[in-house]
């Protein structure tokens, strides 16, 4: 072992920023280009290896009168805002299994700047995952698969997923803790069944957690310590409920001198206070509260949103009747 | 190995609440004793295990008009506030090497309702703090021993006062990352490394982390997983600076039934919003930068107390030209 491995680096690592695609969560992607170029230009600037910028979902699913442009990210928006993207940062976007038109919205590689498909789905929607993932690889992208709530399912049927994605052509399979549920030790574990399950295959391990119990970045770290390779942070971690894995907290820790963390500094001076006017994110109470009793973060997101915003009392007591 | 530790518990681990003492270097230690008193009764409705109620500093040093009655802890105003103490959660006061006058401050066991001083000092305060473990173990109290700002200390300095301190009565030894600066890998070999050091003499190890960087739940946590038995937290994570591990991440995480997280929420819900006008404490941008770089946070505190208290690129850069 090394005597100080923290001041390392391992080369292998990327990072991806998911900043526009899980942040407008919050607010149904209705974030200005202004914004979107600024965390463009950020990620290019502190040498972010992908910037995911929002959804491919389904215009019939979700009303495009009430959602922003980075809820389906047409090739003609993304290119309004990142050109023919003349730099080293890789375009991602996600696609849910259930809510997106992928065969059709998915247009092929060669005619679009996104480089990398991410495709997100519950355990239950692992076969149309499979068949998402063969078609944006045939098209000819980068792809990854996230498996999400895995906090909530069991054992038998993460493995059933796994041997199943590991025999598609998926890059990546991310680790997905989306209720902010995981403690250090589920996080090894799971990134070592990850591991195995993928050994011989090349794929990567990839992290992305949320901030429930201000765990985001320490088991994002965990990851990496057990392999990960691929790392998913948010710009001040915003993200839905409890938020995500904060970039500027990241880029302290990972040691490439690739990474550079002045620009994120210079986006959170110029560019949040505006944001976190409009909307609101972070490990507040009740958002604690659903991380440890590994729950969606609805019943927490719509206290937020009450008159009884403040009363962390009252919801836990609500949760806990509702067990 | 376990198969899911998580859900277990170890009855060794005891939680020291130091919400005052802490929480006091925002505020010169001047809560009101309602405050003080509902902290109090949380601890004991919550089965905490020992209360730090503030300092036994020395009134020479620390002017008495301006710092309230925390900083010095005398017998009577920490019975106004317990009484006898008639519960059973332990009270404790730290002592700080080079500012306190602990020869004739600190009164004997027999008289006081406190049961655990803690010695805190810096590694080349060893040999004050080895004189004044003695006294306070000889006038009958349990005894800690509380060594900061390790993280920029030499190894051989830490394992120098780690012998010199093995062989005193303290009970315990704390591991301090009193810059929020420590990284779980680190937390793991220092943890580690005071274990070998009380090795054979029964002492137990104790972890104190800050917020800087989000990784003071997560740290704690680390700490446990290595042998800490002796945990610190405080109420909604109140604290110098970024703050410490917050008691209702702790409790969530500890799974002993003797301890109850529902005071907790109560404390949170009908105190800390008056708290929270009157004091700032948190992992902000300026307590990041200064964790990431392990310093003070003396320069992040007087830049949020300033009118530029938002501009966080402008703080990076100050610090960067600085170092």
């Known amino acids: 072992m090394q005597p100080a491995p923290w001041i390392t680096y391992r080369p292998e690592i990327k990072v991806l920023d998911c900043t526009i695609r899980d942040g407008g969560l919050i607010n149904n992607h209705q974030f200005t280009d202004d914004f979107v170029r600024a965390v463009y230009q950020t ?4 040498g972010i290896d992908y910037m995911e910028i929002g959804y491919k979902n389904s215009g019939r699913i979700f009303a495009p009168d009430k959602h922003g442009a980075w809820k389906y990210c047409k090739e003609d928006d993304v290119r309004r805002i990142v050109g023919d993207n003349p730099s080293n940062l890789k375009i991602a976007a996600m696609a849910d299994a259930g809510k997106s038109d992928w065969k059709t919205d998915i247009i092929p590689k060669e005619k679009s700047v996104i480089d990398l498909i991410r495709v997100a789905c519950y355990v239950h929607q692992t076969a149309e995952a499979v068949d998402m993932i063969k078609d944006a690889h045939q098209k ?13 399912v ?19 399979v991310v680790v997905v803790d989306s209720f902010g549920a995981l403690y250090s030790e589920q996080v090894a574990m799971l990134v070592e069944k990850y ?5 011989g295959t090349g794929k990567e391990i990839g992290i ?10 320490a088991n994002t770290i965990e990851a990496i310590i057990r392999g990960a390779n691929r790392v998913d942070a ?7 409920g409890a938020g995500n894995c904060s970039m500027e907290l990241l880029l302290g820790f990972l040691r490439n001198p690739k990474f550079n963390i002045r620009p994120v500094w210079k986006l959170l001076q ?6 976190k006017e409009e909307v609101e994110w972070g490990p507040l109470p009740p958002y604690i509260v659903t ?19 403040d009363k962390c009392l009252d919801f836990y007591d609500k949760v806990m009747a509702d067990v």
């Open 43 to 46: 990620c290019v600037d502190a």
């Open 140 to 152: 000819g992208y980068e792809v990854s698969c996230n498996i999400m709530a895995i906090s909530t």
């Open 154 to 172: 069991q054992d038998a049927e993460i493995d059933q997923a796994l041997e199943v994605v590991a025999q598609t052509p998926a890059d990546t």
């Open 195 to 199: 591991r195995k399950a993928g050994e």
């Open 208 to 217: 992305h957690a949320h901030n429930n119990q201000e765990l985001a970045f």
């Open 234 to 240: 948010t710009m001040a971690g915003i993200g839905r």
């Open 270 to 275: 110029e560019h949040m206070p505006k944001i």
């Open 291 to 309: 991380g440890q009793m590994n729950q969606h973060p609805r019943s927490a997101m719509a206290w937020r949103a009450s008159d009884d915003r």
